[in-house]
């Protein structure tokens, strides 16, 4: 969350900067009153401690004296000022909660760098890598191809569990099982500790990473017990040092995770829908960071850089796009975002016997967010530069790298044959035993 005394301090900066996110951030203006009010109740209350702390000591010198009534009086006072003491404690409570609340519904600062928008149409390409893939036929969906082959199955996958679930079968669950540990091995080698993390956490968790309460209706709470489906690995791994007290020495601690991931994507439609795109579980491989604070944006090229390698390797055509201040995650202050090209997202026309794009729409694969020290205020994840500076909070940063439903869409995608088959990308051989899906 915001440190309350920066937003109090350059409040109408503060809101200006926000309602470029798209909303009312007005609200705001309650905390000076509410600032104002927690340290008046803090002072009348401290101010009666002092008085009673002084008349207990008058009452005992009272009762050495044998002046039992005037030592009764006192005492009187004394019992009074407790119970006055609790009503400015409870209301300095209820304030401090009103506080909290405002503070947790309140998103992170956008980077000044960020292009300033209401959607994704500001959104600033920066880099392209690869040509848009050209064939010498008209190119299929993933879905189709998947289920051609008979290796992906929405039917009984929607009988067992619903729609937006799938089945995979023979390759395509060896393609995505070779795709993860690609990821993995190249993370790891690049100086990522890998983690397997819980699948389930408590809702401390979720509000920590910045899940709850606002996407509480993207997310499935179990029963019994407190405990929620991850949306991603990014919150176990984000909250794996809440509360504690880092070395500016260790710093920066690099981690990757593979793991399924559960979103009810609540609201989601569209063509998004058919295939594996958006599914209600689906799996991904995510970096996170911890960082010092004065290194965090050069962090944020470092884990970029990491994604793209994948797509790289995988010979993937992508571009890079640093998001509008409209677009960016409620937690980041700045997310790049990696879109690869999938050919069923575009318009394919023949000419001189090839089929080529007659579009440019790229779908995203990857968020790469700085969410500077945002989220190590909400976990209370803390750091000294020396052993007696005072602490700091950290800054924490996470991206995909990469989704694997969506990479082994890609990948089906941009190396589909004429014949229905797909040619498994070189750097994935190993990993699968094939050079062919067919």
């Known amino acids: 969350m915001l440190d309350v ?7 109408d900066e503060v809101i200006d900067r926000l309602a470029t996110r798209n909303g009312d951030y007005t609200y705001l203006r309650e905390l000076p009153a509410l600032e104002e009010k927690r340290k008046d109740l803090i002072l009348k209350a401290d101010r009666l401690k002092a008085e009673r702390n002084s008349q207990s000591k008058e009452i005992g010198k009272l009762k050495a004296q044998k002046k039992e009534e005037e030592a ?37 600062l956008p980077d000044a760098s960020l292009p300033i928008g209401t959607d994704d149409s500001f959104n600033r390409p920066e880099k392209y890598w690869g040509e848009p893939t050209v064939f010498t036929f008209k190119p299929k969906a993933h879905w189709d191809i ?24 023979g390759a395509l669950a060896r393609l995505e099982r070779a795709l993860a540990s690609l990821m993995l091995d190249t993370h790891a080698k690049a100086g990522y500790t890998e983690v397997l993390p819980p699948y389930m956490v408590n809702t401390a968790s979720l509000t920590g990473s910045g899940q709850l309460p606002k996407f509480a209706d993207q997310a499935y709470n179990t029963t019994p017990g407190d405990f929620w489906l991850i949306p991603t690995a990014e919150v176990p791994v984000t909250n794996y040092y809440r509360d ?17 991931c ?34 965090s944006f050069e962090e944020l090229e470092s884990l970029t850089q990491e994604a793209e390698k994948i797509l790289e390797l995988l010979k993937l055509p992508y571009r890079r796009v640093c998001l509008s201040t409209g677009d960016v995650g409620f937690s980041s202050a700045k997310t790049f975002d990696l879109e690869v090209w999938m050919p069923s997202y575009n318009e394919y026309e023949e000419k001189d016997g090839k089929f080529v794009p007659t579009t440019r729409n790229y779908k995203e694969i990857s968020s790469c967010s700085n969410d500077t020290d945002y989220q190590a205020r909400r976990m209370n994840i803390r750091f000294k530069r020396t052993k007696d500076s ?22 089906i995608e941009n190396y589909q044959n004429e014949d229905g088959s797909i040619t498994v990308p070189e750097v994935l051989r190993p990993y699968m035993g094939c050079d062919i899906i067919k």
């Open 390 to 411: 005072k602490t700091e909070y950290v800054h924490m940063l996470n991206g995909s790298g990469l989704a694997v439903g969506r990479t082994v869409a890609a990948v």
């Open 262 to 295: 559960f979103r009810a994507e609540a609201g989601a439609a569209g063509r998004d829908t058919r295939g594996i795109i958006r599914q209600h579980q689906f799996q991904k491989v995510e970096l996170v960071k911890y960082c010092l604070p004065e290194h």
């Open 244 to 260: 504690e007290i880092l070395s500016a020495e260790d710093l920066p601690k690099w981690f990757c995770a593979y793991s399924s």
């Open 5 to 11: 005394k920066y937003v109090i301090d350059h409040l």
């Open 146 to 169: 998947g289920q051609r082959l008979g290796l992906f199955d929405f039917d009984r996958a929607a009988k067992v569990s619903g729609p937006r679930f799938t089945f995979y079968l």
């Open 72 to 108: 009764k009086a006192l005492m009187a006072k004394i019992n009074f000022d407790k119970d006055e003491i609790a009503r400015f404690d409870k209301e300095r409570g209820e304030v401090e909660e009103k506080i909290h609340e405002i503070m947790l519904k309140t998103p992170n």
